[in-house]
């Protein structure tokens, strides 16, 4: 069975729309993190989180919003979605933090008309 | 600040030919390194990882990478490639410290001709 899984797995929405992207994992993983993968940009950490309820900025956190409310548990929330965040988003986990594995999901395509 | 470069964005070989796909790092010390495939229609998967010890280090489906320290390199390597190889390899480097996360190279496509 997937130990990452990520729903839904395609997206489409309008500008200014409200999306969630849930990711849960069973892995018993502590680490949680949010990708964005673009053309040009490989992948590139929107938020990440060590716990239920913590929650970490990454390296683009601008127009997304994250919560952790288990530790199987990681939302995105694009609360004023717009078409620069079309794009394909991973959740991953991590048993640590940086020199471990990280265990990625299937990924969700989301367009932003 | 740490960063990986993948210099080749996409990479065409035959099938049952010889396969190097170039990374390097900006980093003074050793890092944590890494090498990703994501096969298409699916998330990342690791194929190996190196922080010490033997400079090759060898992972799944035939893959090795070496550890060139002088030259900040970490190309992956495979003796001689199938169509199912063909995908998005990327490399990616962790350095520790207050630098705390892991970065990605962009990526390179590879393509496996029969």
């Known amino acids: 069975e997937a130990a990452v899984t990520q729903s839904p797995r395609n997206k489409v929405t309008v500008t200014g729309g409200n999306v969630t992207l849930s990711c849960r994992q069973t892995?018993?993983?502590?680490?949680m993190y949010w990708y964005r993968q673009d053309t040009g940009h490989g992948l590139r950490l929107i938020h990440y989180?060590?716990?239920?309820?913590?929650?970490q900025i990454g390296d683009v956190p601008d127009g997304y919003k994250a919560t952790r409310t288990t530790q199987e548990d990681f939302f995105l929330l694009l609360e004023l979605a717009s078409p620069s965040q079309t794009s394909l988003y991973f959740c991953?986990?991590?048993?640590?933090?940086?020199?471990?594995?990280?265990?990625f999901g299937p990924g969700t395509r989301l367009t932003v008309l | 600040a740490q960063s990986v470069t993948q210099p080749d964005a996409r990479v065409t070989v035959s099938e049952g030919a010889s396969l190097q796909l170039r990374c390097k790092y900006s980093?003074?010390?050793?890092?944590?390194l890494f090498w990703y495939v994501q096969y298409p229609r699916q998330g990342l998967q690791l194929l190996l990882k190196?922080?010490?010890?033997?400079?090759v280090v060898q992972g799944v489906n035939g893959f090795e990478a070496e550890f060139i320290k002088s030259n900040s390199s970490f190309h992956l390597r495979k003796a001689s490639v199938h169509w199912s190889d063909s995908a998005v390899y990327f490399c990616?480097?962790?350095?520790?410290?207050?630098?705390?996360?892991?970065?990605f190279g962009k990526g390179t496509l590879l393509t496996v001709t029969p």
């Open positions: 989180s060590y716990g239920a309820g913590n929650l």
């Open positions: 991953a986990s991590s048993e640590g933090w940086g020199g471990y594995e990280q265990y």
């Open positions: 990616a480097v962790y350095c520790g410290g207050s630098n705390y996360k892991l970065t």
């Open positions: 980093y003074s010390g050793t890092p944590y």
């Open positions: 190196y922080y010490s010890g033997d400079p």
């Open positions: 892995n018993s993983h502590n680490y």
